[in-house]
Every structure is written in structure tokens, then in C-alpha cells.
């Protein structure tokens, strides 16, 4: 069982950056590959990034390539989302997941775990 929480979140004009940072309790962290994912009033909840157990893989929406990177450090617990260059329709609530399967994937049915979410709000 694994504990996520999310912090970073704030309200940014556009053009700025943000870091985000995802805690995680328990003592396997390593084992779980660790996603981003957001969601804004209306609409479904929506892949942004995720991230392979050792770091090594990392996928990404077409909407955020080239602007938000994904990373980890196994040794604190803690995935990061660093965002650059952020839109208005980046506005949403950012949530954190973890999936114990090996695999790198998109689907957020497939996450097990996740966080209360931080919200991003950008203005233009």
C-alpha cells in the first residue's frame, strides 16, 4: 500500500513554471511506476505524464511534450512534474498515481493508488 501526496500546485500567468512534487509513504516506491494526471470541471481525467520504476522510460502527453518533464528520486519517495511555458488550458487539478505493473501506461484505470490532487490554475 502506498500514500501519495501532491504540493506545488498555485495560480501562474502564462509563460511561467511550476514544480510540482509527489510523497509517497511506504518502503517500495521503487516498485511502482508513477503517473501524472489532471482534470478540469467537466471533462474526464486526463494522462499527462508517467514514469518508469527506475526513471529510465518516461511518456508523455502530446499536449505537454517539450514543455513539462516527469522525474523521480527513489531515495525520498518523491516523483516531480516540472511544468514550463504553462497555457491557460493547463489549467486543472493535478493528481499523482502509482501502479505496481511493470509497464509504462496511460490508462488511469490501470493506477491503483492515487493522491487528493493540487490545483493548477493559469491565467492569461
Known amino acids: 500500500q502506498v500514500q501519495l501526496v501532491e504540493s506545488g500546485g498555485g495560480s501562474v500567468q502564462a509563460g511561467a513554471s511550476l514544480r510540482l512534487s509527489c510523497a509517497a509513504s511506504g518502503r517500495t516506491f521503487s516498485s511502482y511506476v508513477m503517473a501524472w494526471f489532471r482534470q478540469d470541471p467537466g471533462n474526464e481525467r486526463g494522462f499527462v505524464a508517467a514514469i518508469s520504476r527506475s526513471g529510465g522510460n518516461s511518456v508523455y502527453a502530446d499536449s505537454v511534450k517539450g514543455r513539462f518533464t516527469i522525474s523521480r528520486d527513489n531515495a525520498k519517495n518523491t516523483v516531480f512534474l516540472q511544468m514550463n511555458s504553462l497555457r491557460p488550458e493547463d489549467t486543472a487539478v493535478y493528481y499523482c498515481?502509482?501502479?505496481?505493473?511493470?509497464?509504462?501506461?496511460?490508462?488511469?484505470?490501470?493506477?491503483?493508488?492515487w493522491g487528493q490532487g493540487t490545483q493548477v490554475t493559469v491565467s492569461s
Open positions: 498515481a502509482a501502479d505496481l505493473d511493470a509497464r509504462v501506461t496511460t490508462t488511469p484505470s490501470r493506477y491503483d493508488h
